[in-house]
């Protein structure tokens, strides 16, 4: 990580939403985890496609068409760098991460799943990477396995060797835990998956936002993450696949686009990207991905990543005060995510009461209902910090869970 501090008071100029009150109080949004806010030239970028450059991609010769089509792949192209991807029909785009996982989940499985094989994912997964597998592990009569993590949160690497059998088909992983914080270690999960030529499929949500995301340096074989967590536009997502793969996999949608020829007797498939790319996408917020990208560019990861660690440090100490309060999730390796408990009060009365105090946080089960009944409690208080965030916001989370606390208690 970079020692360099982004310019947080011109940065916070860029985001309209921030400047804004709740409740009669400057907001203080620490929902990133759910979704992160858009910069202006995210949001000029979307109006100003329907603006002056409407027109469907790929189909048209006239002007317009052309120049949504180059606009469209140039936003792939920021993408493929984004993840360093080997080759630009590599890249797929998708409605987000959910999409993306179930894309995978159906295409791959009907290919290469069959009665008695496995699928193994970990007990930290959000529900997105839970519940495809096990629709396709139930279509094609095959078992869903689980890694156990420990206490603090961390996967037990002596026990996902021993799931990776010769019955494993596939593994799912997530990069960095939406309820926990965690920051898997996906590069040697991939490394010892590969040895037993078992491909691995990453969940990036998480990641996207906060990690350089190096796919060739990985060795994924699949990689998503989505639009709106990157400060991008929702509905929109990537799906990062090895070539070998995705020629493999039979298409996810039918329909215009990705097709080369339609009969009633025979249909023959586009090449790639666009075999799995059926319809009209969602063109605006492809190139609003593509301007977020800029925007995460213009700053630079590392220097967000370190940034937001300080501000994870800052905030842990600062919770950690709080009589009563307990981290859910206290991995060595760690995103900036904070889930938290308080004894004797329910997560859900917190958030209601620090929103009161102009404090956006996400309280509940993060989709990550496994996770709740692992530590047996009904959901957590969650903070989750962006690079805009500030340690006054988390001075003023502090105070506000300190007045909901002595105001529960």
Not at 51 to 71: C, I, M, P, W
Not at 212 to 240: E, W
Not at 284 to 293: C, P
Request: proline share 5%; charged share 20%.
């Amino acid at each position: 990580m970079t020692s360099t501090k982004p310019d947080i008071e011109q940065i916070r100029k860029d985001f309209p939403l921030l400047s804004r009150e709740v409740n009669g109080k400057p907001l203080v949004y620490l929902d990133n985890g759910a979704t992160a806010q858009k910069p202006k030239q995210v949001i000029d970028a979307i109006s100003g496609y329907y603006e002056l450059e409407n027109a469907n991609v790929h189909r048209g010769v006239h002007f317009l068409s052309q120049l949504a089509t180059d606009k469209f792949e140039a936003a792939r192209e920021l993408v493929r760098g984004f993840m360093n991807a080997p080759h630009l029909h590599e890249v797929i785009f998708t409605r987000g991460t959910t999409e993306a996982i179930n894309l995978v989940a159906y295409s791959f499985c009907k290919a290469f799943l069959k009665p008695g094989d496995e699928i193994l994912i970990s007990a930290m997964e959000h529900h997105s990477n839970i519940v495809p597998w096990q629709l396709a592990c139930e279509d094609r009569g095959a078992t869903l396995k689980v890694i156990p993590y420990n206490e603090k949160g961390e996967l037990i690497q002596s026990e996902y060797e021993k799931l990776l059998t010769d019955k494993v088909k596939l593994v799912s992983v997530v990069h960095i835990s939406n309820a926990l914080g965690t920051i898997n270690p996906v590069k040697e999960m991939i490394r010892k998956a590969h040895e037993k030529n078992i491909p691995v499929m990453v969940d990036g949500a998480q990641a996207a936002p906060h990690l350089r995301i190096d796919v060739q340096d990985l060795d994924a074989d699949f990689y998503c993450f989505s639009g709106h967590k990157v400060f991008g536009p929702t509905g929109i997502g990537v799906l990062y696949g090895k070539e070998k793969w995705l020629n493999a996999m039979p298409p996810y949608h039918g329909g215009g686009e990705m097709i080369k020829t339609v009969s009633f007797e025979k249909t023959t498939y586009n090449e790639l990207p666009h075999k799995f790319e059926a319809g009209t996408p969602d063109i605006a917020g492809v190139i609003g991905l593509g301007e977020a990208i800029k925007y995460i560019n213009s700053i630079g990861i590392e220097t967000i990543g370190a940034w937001e660690h300080e501000l994870l440090e800052y905030a842990t100490e600062k919770l950690l005060a709080i009589p009563g309060l307990k981290i859910i999730g206290t991995a060595e390796n760690k995103a900036s995510v904070i889930s938290f408990i308080v004894e004797g009060i329910h997560p859900y009365d917190i958030g209601v009461l620090v929103d009161k105090m102009g404090v956006a946080i996400r309280t509940g089960h993060h989709c990550a209902q496994p996770i709740m009944d692992q530590f047996c409690i009904p959901g957590t208080a969650r903070a989750s910090f962006a690079f805009y965030n500030t340690k006054d916001d988390v001075d003023r989370l502090v105070s506000s869970v300190t007045k909901a606390v002595t105001m529960l208690s």
